[in-house]
Structures are given as structure tokens and as C-alpha cells.
């Protein structure tokens, strides 16, 4: 069956470090790849994009990676602030005009 | 960008009623969605909203049960129809102005039955 996961722990990390959340994948080929922030009593906002043919994509200190083979996706933020604090969601292009989401990863920045 | 407005923000209902939610994009839009999130769980894309035509269903929700309508391409209503507990969750609304782009959300709506 399809499935997207997230890691389902808290993931705490220090301001100032780079915190890295992962987006694994199975019985999925999509086209593209998005990650987005929710905030507790909010609706999830857009961060980034990723196509599958692209490696890479970076806006300000948020970098994502989309590997097809791996069906993995790693979203990075550098130079972390208490701000960040959030929970990250990642969600797929499902087929038939379709988004599928993960679960999310609740992301601690310690100050 | 899309501004999305959502009624109400939060509502405490009694088992059997019905409780209907707006969506209100600041513009047109060609995609207009309905999601659940239950706590601690992801989004489950209830159905999608279309214009002019009954809505698309996904697996697991019915008519019956979740009735929305769509008079335009700027607003939809999302019923909750003979509510249980089990329908405690968060509702939200969001578009997208063409096929693959990103979605925009509403700020949900807090449903709690009782």
C-alpha cells in the first residue's frame, strides 16, 4: 500500500544548529514534492516545492533534497531559531490531481 | 497567494445535530478542497469541491454524511451532517489556483461533539 512517514518523535535541536527532517515513501512516483509548516491551531502554510527532477531546492535557510531512488526527501533549516519551532509537514503528489500528506514531524528549537 | 477565510473557527455541537462551514477565497480559484485532521493525525482529504457539479468524493466519506456545495469559484460550504464524537477533528478548506500547484489552507475549523 502507499505510505508516507514521517518521523513520528519530537525532533529537538539547538538555535543556531541545522535541524533535518526526513520524508520517506513507498508505492508512490510523484511528480513533485512539498513541504509545509503547521502551527498549533493553524491551517499548514506552503514552504517549498520540489520537482522530481530536481536534486535541490533552497529558499532563504530552508533546503530541501528529493531523491526518486532513495523515495526520500530531507528538508533542512540552518542556523535554527526558536521560531522555527513547528510541526513539518511533508505531502506528495498523489495521482488524479491529488496531495497526500505525512503525518508531520513536531520540530523543538532550543534556546 | 491566496487569503482564505473560514466559519466558524471553533464550534461545540450536541451528537445528532449538523453544523455547516464556510470557505472564503479572496479570489478566483480553479480547486477548492476539503480536509479532516484528527489529532495526531495527517490530513485526509475529505473531497474535492467543484463548481457547477456535485463534489468528488474520496474513499471512506459520503454525501450523505459531508454535503458541500460550491456556488462559485470564490466560495464552498462544507455540512457536517448527524454528528457524533467521532467527528471531533479540525476542518479545513484550501485551494489551488492550477493542477500542481501549491495549496493554500483556511485556518480550520475546531469541531468538537459532544
Known amino acids: 500500500s502507499q505510505k508516507i512517514e514521517q518521523n513520528s518523535e519530537a525532533l529537538n535541536i539547538q538555535e543556531g544548529k541545522t535541524a533535518t527532517l526526513t520524508c520517506n515513501y513507498t508505492?508512490?512516483?510523484?511528480?513533485?514534492l512539498q513541504w509545509y509548516r503547521q502551527d498549533p491551531g493553524r491551517g499548514p502554510v506552503f514552504l517549498l516545492l520540489?520537482?522530481?527532477?530536481?536534486k535541490e531546492k533552497r529558499k532563504e535557510r530552508l533546503k530541501v533534497t528529493f531523491d526518486t531512488t532513495l523515495k526520500q526527501s530531507l528538508f533542512h533549516i540552518t542556523a535554527s531559531q526558536p521560531a522555527d519551532s513547528a510541526t513539518y509537514l511533508c505531502?506528495?503528489?498523489?495521482?488524479?490531481?491529488?496531495?497526500?500528506f505525512g503525518k508531520g514531524t513536531r520540530l523543538h528549537i532550543l534556546p | 497567494s491566496a487569503v482564505i477565510s473560514q466559519k466558524p473557527s471553533r464550534d461545540i455541537c450536541q451528537r445528532g445535530t449538523s453544523l455547516t462551514i464556510q470557505c472564503q477565497v479572496d479570489?478566483?480559484?480553479?480547486?477548492m478542497f476539503w480536509y479532516r485532521q484528527q489529532p495526531g493525525q495527517s490530513l485526509t482529504l475529505i473531497a474535492t469541491?467543484?463548481?457547477?457539479?456535485?463534489?468528488?468524493?474520496e474513499s471512506g466519506f459520503v454525501i450523505d454524511k459531508f454535503p458541500i456545495s460550491r456556488p462559485n469559484l470564490t466560495f464552498s460550504t462544507l455540512t457536517v451532517s448527524n454528528m457524533s464524537p467521532e467527528d471531533s477533528s479540525i476542518y479545513l478548506c484550501?485551494?489551488?489556483?492550477?493542477?500542481?500547484?501549491?495549496?493554500?489552507f483556511g485556518p480550520g475549523t475546531r469541531l468538537t461533539v459532544l
Open positions: 520540489i520537482r522530481e527532477n530536481e
Open positions: 479570489s478566483q480559484v480553479t480547486m
Open positions: 505531502a506528495l503528489d498523489g495521482g488524479d490531481d491529488k496531495i497526500i
Open positions: 484550501s485551494v489551488e489556483r492550477a493542477l500542481g500547484d501549491t495549496q493554500y
Open positions: 469541491a467543484n463548481q457547477g457539479s456535485e463534489a468528488t468524493y
Open positions: 508505492n508512490y512516483s510523484p511528480a513533485y
